[in-house]
């Protein structure tokens, strides 16, 4: 069993990776196809939706216990970074429906998780 903050950064590094690759894979996607501009926001939702769940299922693999828990704290973290970003970077205003993008996080990471602790070793 590692420690919970090493598996926490594990699946959050990998939810940033497949993130980042489902976002070049879509920018190569709108310049090379016919693909439209308008379709991206469904894009973005099933990368971030992808990207939390394996995200969430590495934690709760690697932690070995309370997989909803670690899972739903590494959809806290990715959650705060993006929002970090929109923020300071796009200046993003905060809203209520920043709230649901919190809770949606946090639940599909932690169902990520529940799954990950499920299919993990067990040492007894």
Wanted: hydrophobic share 45%; aromatic share 16%; glycine share 16%.
């Amino acid at each position: 069993m590692r420690s919970t903050s090493t598996s926490v950064m594990t699946g959050l590094i990998f939810t940033f990776a497949l993130v980042l690759t489902g976002s070049l894979l879509t920018a190569v996607l709108l310049s090379f196809t016919s693909l439209r501009e308008s379709s991206l926001p469904y894009f973005t939702y099933v990368i971030n939706v992808l990207g939390l769940l394996v995200g969430g299922f590495i934690t709760g693999r690697k932690c070995g216990g309370r997989g909803w828990y670690y899972g739903g704290i590494t959809g806290l973290f990715y959650f705060l970074f993006v929002i970090l970003i929109g923020y300071l970077g796009l200046d993003t205003p905060l809203s209520l429906k920043t709230l649901f993008y919190l809770i949606g996080a946090f639940m599909l990471s932690a169902v990520g998780g529940m799954f990950g602790v499920n299919t993990g070793s067990r040492r007894r």
